[in-house]
């Protein structure tokens, strides 16, 4: 059982930055295609981004690529999300997750994962 604790996020202007952190707790997440989504209100959950270390493959939706960068931390445990020149649009609760495997779908959708965080807040203001 992975346990996912996201951190990091906040109210800030449009232009700005932040980073979010997501850590994992009960196995070691290197072999775990990790992700990040995000729902804003009235919306589906949406995948932002993806990373597989062992084959170091990311994917990025294209609203955010140029943008937003995945990383991981292995020796943390810990997934990252780099999110600059933010945007109103970008406004949404931010998730982490988990599912242990030999790849990362081509585009993530939140049924492929199995381990999922409770989420942090981000508001991006005009």
């Known amino acids: 059982q992975v346990q996912l604790v996201e951190s990091g996020g906040g109210s800030v202007q449009a232009g700005g930055s932040l980073r979010l952190a997501c850590a994992a707790f009960?196995?070691?997440?290197?072999?775990?295609?990790l992700g990040w989504f995000r729902q804003a209100p009235g919306k589906e959950r949406e995948g932002v981004a993806s990373?597989?270390?062992?084959?170091?493959?990311?994917y990025y939706a294209d609203s955010v690529k140029g943008r937003f960068t995945i990383s991981q931390d292995n020796a943390k445990n810990t997934l990252y999300l780099q999110m600059n020149s933010l945007k109103p649009e970008d406004t949404a609760m931010y998730f982490c997750?988990?599912?242990?495997?030999?790849?990362?779908?081509?585009?993530?959708?939140?049924?492929?994962?199995?381990?999922w965080g409770q989420g942090t807040q981000v508001t991006v203001s005009s």
């Open positions: 990373t597989y270390t062992p084959t170091g493959n990311t």
């Open positions: 997750a988990a599912v242990y495997g030999t790849s990362c779908p081509y585009q993530p959708r939140p049924h492929n994962f199995r381990y």
């Open positions: 009960g196995d070691t997440v290197s072999m775990y295609c």
